[in-house]
């Protein structure tokens, strides 16, 4: 997946780097205030990816902006409230990223988990965090279903049938604001040694570093970044 910038001028890098709002549960908001290139395609993908009922290899930030908005209101219109914890369970890819913004835009925690965890292992994973909904792609989803049954979600879903809702049915209090101590991702240790182990990261301390590179100069040719990172990790969201 291949990343292209709008870059935003140093004083607008600046403000951001100010705002004690900004954290790592509420960027995509932020960033779409901020930035006047809506309109361009930032995100590249390697293959097509299946998003609201269309194909596309690529996302602007406008767009991104309307899948989180869509997403989180049928999110919200299944249930999941501000706090609940969400498995999110596929291939590598952007749903990773776009789960997480839609999640956290409600308050919700993503749960994001290695699509290599054999279904019983990531299933045990679930029920200890207490995970109240599972998305996955469909063959994860199959095998996830029979691991873990579908008692007690509120969500259980294919991934490329979530088809969104109208954003204008988002609650006022929508995008939700985070205190700075709240969880925006659960992550998992490797599982090498037994069920992987819940790693927590939140909203201002998951931020410390991304706010530091917005009060640097960016660096010449810094408008384009190559990921080859698996996507679930919070290295790549970050």
Not at 93 to 117: R, S
Request: with cysteine; aromatic share 8%; charged share 20%.
């Amino acid at each position: 997946m291949t990343t292209v910038s709008a870059t935003l001028t140093q004083k607008v890098r600046t403000r951001m780097r100010l705002n004690p709002e900004l954290g790592a549960g509420n960027f995509v908001h932020h960033a779409y205030a901020a930035n006047p290139r809506r309109d361009t395609p930032i995100v590249h993908f390697d293959r097509d990816v299946q998003l609201l009922g269309k194909t596309t290899r690529a996302l602007s930030l406008g767009e991104l902006k309307d899948a989180t908005d869509r997403i989180a209101a049928w999110y919200l219109s299944r249930g999941i409230e501000p706090m609940d914890p969400v498995a999110v369970y596929c291939d590598d890819g952007p749903h990773y990223l776009i789960q997480y913004a839609a999640l956290t835009a409600i308050g919700a925690i993503p749960v994001l988990t290695n699509g290599g965890l054999t279904p019983d292992i990531a299933a045990r994973h679930f029920r200890r965090i207490e995970t109240v909904g599972v998305v996955a792609d469909p063959a994860r989803l199959e095998s996830i279903d029979r691991a873990a049954g579908r008692d007690g979600f509120q969500v259980f879903a294919a991934v490329d049938d979530v088809k969104g809702c109208d954003p204008s049915s988002l609650p006022s209090w929508y995008p939700y604001r985070h205190d700075p101590q709240d969880p925006v991702m659960i992550t998992h240790s490797s599982g090498t040694t037994g069920i992987p182990k819940a790693v927590t990261l939140g909203h201002r301390g998951w931020f410390h570093g991304i706010r530091h590179l917005l009060g640097l100069e960016a660096a010449a040719g810094a408008d384009r970044y190559l990921s080859s990172l698996p996507a679930s990790h919070n290295a790549a969201i970050a």
